[in-house]
């Protein structure tokens, strides 16, 4: 990485000059100090820093400039189907005009009005996103202590330029990139970054050759955190030149896609804008001939019946109950602590096929833990995870008999916690460290060994021996305020540890090491080593009673060995049902991190993700391997590790490849790339604002349980949305049916003999208008929240390929359109005289009696949608709402039917008892023959063949 400078031909100026095109961990500190002009002892000076900062401008990253609110408001509008609501608009007030304008243009305005409650509900709901997700993402300024004018400074880190002295302390954020100068213990918290779970050991020796991004040990990066020890970087790039720069700029590069509900709505929107338009045409045209229409009175009313049929066969409540629908699963999921930031995404995540996982913090607890103790005497396991002090030491389940082995584990971790620099505090319920997280494991172990608290609070402090790179260990010297007795505690790499011991502990004292106990400490190293425990041994050794503590690495011989504790970021306790859960519901999930090959597979098998001889791809891996091999690896590989962002990039697009429907999580910037390409992304909510910013939802609890929650939430919605489709565009096709079989056969069923010279038409244009307002609404929105089925979780998710109107759902859409047509033309037949059915009422009498007859089949139909394949009686009573809405409509059309000026506006009759009973049960008859229908698919198993025969191999 090189950083950006302006090159203004003299360091005088005061503008950051160029540095060599070499990689900064390449060369010397002080050799990139000098290319940067700035001496190391005194910093920069502040007229030096002031003009680099106005060249090169501020530390930040590039931001997407706030869209307008207008822009904001328009892109409510920018959906395929509000255009097919808008043309029918406006055809509907065309007509109106041609008419002679009377009245109000009922029909125009209610959908005008449909079209504006979508748009109000979509935008405030996003704006409510934005608001929560400003909310995630309002945290203080950071701010970094630099060297100018030889006195230190604590600045606005936006205010650093390349050039400045940082001093890094433990606990600071690292606000630029930088190149090492000095470094006393210094080991740096990179996950962000890199996805390395353990602090980095940093050095400011140059490499002697090019590495990956978290093996430069002499350089710092913007982002990271200070893990212990103190150090002194000189910056070497800002801004977008910093490595967070150049993910934020692959963020910029990258393309979302459109979710695959927004692409199947757009799908079905223009088949039924040219659907619509042909059966307008097909209707009109056939009326014309049919009765021989040669006035313009009889052109004008042929052209409100096929305007009015258009509309009608438009479902035009589809966009506003998709946005409720869809408004109340985010409602629903912010109770789980997840924002979602765009309506689609939940219902993006029901048909994920793949969730691709980062592991530190995702799936583990980011809180390194110690879970085993390997002594002289044996290992001993301690209970509880994370930082939560909680727990016990067991053997085999069961607390440990032999004294010996406990005495020497808690020697073990008491040592560990005394030659220790972190902190372990309770904030508000929640226990907290400061410092090394692995040092912090030894405290929170300590209080699950009785009397270890206790025992080292005995202990005071006296001299250190900070840990460096080239001996793999640390120093601490303590007095025991009761005794007197000094002593020097370490803790470092086992293997190199032991060569400086000259004595094993056993019990409360030490022998003499031999090479039988040397073996057997290496052997239990190594096993740990091979269940991707991080390991770290313990030693002392007695220094009397002198008050001279002074002491140096020289003196870190002669010791007495304790033991090895093994070391792991454990598990969230929720993600192994939550991955089973996602496994029964045909998810598969794939682990990607920066983390160590060993680590990662013994993680994945814990949770369920791979099994013990799963192959783990690390990124070396994935750069040897061409696009065509890495779309095939895909398919197989459950484990990815030691990966960079352009690896995970990768990997989201040869999954994508592979007609998978991928949801990518993450908390670094390296994941940032990834979640924008991803059909979704997931942030956590404890994650970089980058990532929040690329991210479709974010989890504000961190909880990868809530994602599989999600993704059921997702399936639900869907099937809502394919529940009130077929209930819509039954109805509307049941409206087109009977209006052009009504036509056509107007003679053979009675209705033009009664017509008495006027245009012959079974339903009048206000009639299909009434039936679109009291059918289409609240009962397709009550279907739209139906509660979930049984079998939600137990489906594979649905494939791109899949359409949510199938040739399945298409012929049941025409069956049940067929049975109302047919039920509302027989009746009005069996009421008229002459037809098929010898009647004696007026076509008045007989249209209200068909007109009602429709309406009624219509509210029938809203039972039977509520499942493709069960029966409409199966819990029945479940979905208050739909009853509310059946009701309702009933009570409309009673109304229309009865109340003298709704008679004169729609052209209907009152209707006797009789006659009410006769309409509804010719009503009934859809529910009936749908019954006989499901039947036959639940008696020859049609109902569960679909989703037995789909491949279930990729998910294990």
């Given at each position: 990485m090189t950083a950006r400078a302006s090159d203004c031909g003299a360091i005088m100026s005061g503008a950051c000059p160029p540095l060599e095109s070499m990689d900064p961990s390449l060369r010397e500190g002080v050799e990139v100090a000098r290319d940067l002009g700035v001496d190391p002892a005194t910093g920069l000076s502040a007229a030096q820093a002031a003009r680099r900062l106005d060249t090169d401008g501020p530390n930040e990253l590039e931001s997407e400039p706030p869209v307008p609110l207008w822009r904001k408001i328009m892109s409510q509008f920018r959906d395929p189907f509000v255009y097919l609501l808008l043309a029918a608009a406006s055809i509907a007030l065309l007509a109106w005009v041609a008419e002679g304008a009377p009245g109000v243009p009922i029909d125009a305005a209610v959908i005008g009005a449909v079209i504006m409650l979508n748009a109000a509900i979509g935008f405030i709901q996003e704006r409510r996103a934005e608001n929560a997700v400003a909310a995630l993402q309002a945290v203080t300024a950071a701010r970094s202590t630099v060297l100018r004018d030889g006195a230190l400074l604590t600045i606005p880190s936006s205010k650093l330029v390349c050039g400045d002295i940082m001093v890094l302390s433990e606990g600071d954020a690292v606000g630029a990139d930088g190149r090492l100068l000095t470094a006393t213990g210094l080991r740096m918290s990179e996950a962000d970054l890199t996805g390395e779970s353990e602090p980095v050991t940093k050095s400011p020796a140059a490499l002697s050759a090019a590495a990956s991004l978290g093996d430069r040990t002499g350089m710092v990066y913007r982002g990271t955190g200070v893990a212990q020890g103190v150090g002194r970087a000189v910056v070497t790039g800002t801004g977008m030149s910093t490595e967070v720069g150049a993910v934020a700029a692959m963020l910029k590069a990258t393309e979302a896609e459109p979710s695959p509900l927004r692409r199947e709505i757009a799908r079905v929107s223009k088949s039924l804008g040219i659907a619509v338009i042909v059966i307008a045409l097909v209707v009109m045209i056939v009326t014309a001939h049919v009765n021989r229409v040669s006035t313009l009175d009889q052109f004008v009313t042929v052209l409100l019946l096929g305007v009015s049929l258009a509309v009608a066969a438009v479902p035009e409540g589809l966009p506003a109950i998709v946005t409720v629908v869809l408004a109340l699963g985010v409602e629903r999921m912010a109770k789980r602590s997840a924002v979602v930031k765009d309506l689609h995404s939940v219902e993006t995540l029901g048909c994920a096929t793949v969730i691709a996982s980062d592991k530190t913090g995702?799936?583990?607890?980011?809180?390194?833990?110690?879970?085993?103790?390997?002594?002289?005497?044996?290992?001993?396991?301690?209970?509880?995870?994370?930082?939560?002090?909680?727990?016990?030491?067991?053997?085999?389940?069961?607390?440990?008999?032999?004294?010996?082995?406990?005495?020497?584990?808690?020697?073990?971790?008491?040592?560990?916690?005394?030659?220790?620099?972190?902190?372990?505090?309770?904030?508000?319920?929640?226990?907290?460290?400061?410092?090394?997280?692995?040092?912090?494991?030894?405290?929170?172990?300590?209080?699950?060994?009785?009397?270890?608290?206790?025992?080292?609070?005995?202990?005071?402090?006296?001299?250190?021996?900070?840990?460096?790179?080239?001996?793999?260990?640390?120093?601490?010297?303590?007095?025991?305020?009761?005794?007197?007795?000094?002593?020097?505690?370490?803790?470092?790499?086992?293997?190199?540890?032991?060569?400086?011991?000259?004595?094993?502990?056993?019990?409360?004292?030490?022998?003499?090491?031999?090479?039988?106990?040397?073996?057997?400490?290496?052997?239990?190293?190594?096993?740990?080593?091979?269940?991707?425990?991080?390991?770290?041994?313990?030693?002392?050794?007695?220094?009397?009673?002198?008050?001279?503590?002074?002491?140096?690495?020289?003196?870190?011989n002669d010791l007495v060995f304790l033991g090895v504790v093994g070391i792991i970021d454990p598990p969230r306790d929720e993600v192994p049902a939550a991955v089973a859960d996602a496994r029964r519901a045909g998810v598969r999930v794939v682990m990607i991190t920066g983390d160590y090959p060993t680590t990662a597979a013994r993680i994945a098998q814990d949770l369920g993700i791979a099994g013990p001889d799963t192959a783990v791809v690390t990124g070396t891996d994935l750069d040897a391997t061409s696009p065509a091999q890495l779309s095939d690896l895909a398919v197989d590989t459950s484990v990815y590790a030691r990966?960079?962002?352009?690896?995970?990039?990768?990997?989201?697009?040869?999954?994508?490849?592979?007609?998978?429907?991928?949801?990518?999580?993450?908390?670094?910037?390296?994941?940032?790339?990834?979640?924008?390409?991803?059909?979704?992304?997931?942030?956590?909510?404890?994650?970089?604002?980058?990532?929040?910013?690329?991210?479709?939802?974010?989890?504000?609890?961190?909880?990868?349980?809530?994602?599989?929650?999600?993704?059921?939430q997702g399936r639900v919605i869907f099937d809502d949305i394919a529940k009130f489709l077929r209930?819509?565009?039954?109805?509307?096709?049941?409206?087109?049916?009977?209006?052009?079989?009504?036509?056509?056969?107007?003679?053979?069923?009675?209705?033009?003999?009664?017509?008495?010279?006027?245009?012959?038409?079974?339903?009048?244009?206000?009639?299909?208008?009434?039936?679109?307002?009291?059918?289409?609404?609240?009962?397709?929105?009550?279907?739209?929240?139906?509660?979930?089925?049984?079998?939600?979780?137990?489906?594979?998710?649905?494939?791109?390929?899949?359409?949510?109107?199938?040739?399945?759902?298409?012929?049941?859409?025409?069956?049940?359109?067929?049975?109302?047509?047919?039920?509302?033309?027989?009746?009005?037949?069996?009421?008229?005289?002459?037809g098929l059915i010898e009647g004696s009422d007026s076509l008045d009498v007989a249209r209200t009696v068909g007109f009602t007859t429709l309406v009624v089949a219509q509210l029938f139909n809203a039972f039977n949608s509520r499942s493709a394949t069960d029966s409409a009686f199966r819990n029945l009573f479940t979905n208050r709402w739909l009853w509310t809405a059946v009701a309702l409509g009933l009570a409309l059309q009673i109304a229309v039917v009865h109340v003298p000026f709704l008679q004169t506006a729609f052209g209907t009759a009152s209707l006797d008892v009789g006659q009410w009973a006769v309409a509804v049960a010719a009503a009934s008859s859809v529910l009936w023959f749908e019954e006989v229908y499901k039947f036959a698919l639940r008696a020859t198993g049609a109902d569960r063949r679909w989703w037995r025969n789909r491949d279930l191999r990729r998910v294990g």
């Open positions: 995702t799936l583990t607890q980011n809180q390194m833990t110690i879970r085993r103790v390997h002594t002289a005497s044996g290992t001993v396991e301690l209970t509880g995870i994370g930082y939560r002090p909680e727990g016990t030491a067991v053997v085999d389940g069961q607390p440990p008999d032999d004294r010996a082995l406990r005495r020497e584990a808690a020697m073990v971790i008491g040592g560990g916690a005394l030659a220790n620099d972190a902190q372990l505090a309770r904030r508000d319920e929640e226990w907290e460290i400061q410092g090394d997280p692995t040092e912090a494991a030894f405290l929170v172990a300590a209080h699950k060994l009785d009397g270890t608290v206790e025992a080292i609070g005995r202990f005071r402090r006296r001299w250190e021996v900070p840990f460096t790179s080239d001996r793999k260990m640390m120093s601490a010297v303590v007095t025991d305020a009761a005794s007197g007795a000094t002593f020097l505690i370490t803790k470092g790499a086992p293997d190199v540890l032991l060569t400086r011991c000259v004595a094993v502990q056993v019990g409360d004292h030490p022998r003499p090491l031999n090479d039988h106990d040397g073996a057997a400490m290496l052997a239990g190293v190594e096993a740990l080593s091979s269940q991707a425990f991080r390991t770290l041994g313990v030693a002392y050794r007695r220094l009397g009673t002198s008050d001279n503590v002074e002491v140096s690495e020289a003196d870190e990966v960079a962002p352009r690896n995970k990039l990768q990997i989201v697009r040869a999954l994508q490849a592979q007609g998978e429907v991928v949801a990518v999580t993450g908390d670094g910037v390296n994941d940032a790339p990834a979640l924008k390409a991803a059909d979704i992304g997931i942030a956590m909510g404890t994650g970089t604002e980058v990532t929040k910013q690329a991210a479709h939802m974010i989890l504000g609890d961190d909880n990868f349980a809530t994602i599989v929650a999600a993704v059921r209930y819509l565009l039954s109805s509307n096709v049941g409206e087109v049916f009977t209006v052009f079989f009504g036509i056509f056969f107007a003679g053979a069923l009675g209705i033009a003999g009664a017509s008495g010279g006027e245009i012959a038409v079974p339903l009048l244009a206000t009639q299909i208008l009434w039936i679109n307002l009291v059918t289409d609404a609240a009962p397709a929105l009550a279907i739209g929240v139906d509660p979930e089925t049984a079998d939600v979780m137990l489906r594979t998710p649905r494939r791109l390929t899949d359409r949510i109107i199938d040739l399945q759902m298409w012929t049941k859409i025409m069956f049940t359109g067929a049975v109302m047509a047919a039920a509302t033309l027989l009746t009005m037949d069996a009421f008229l005289p002459g």
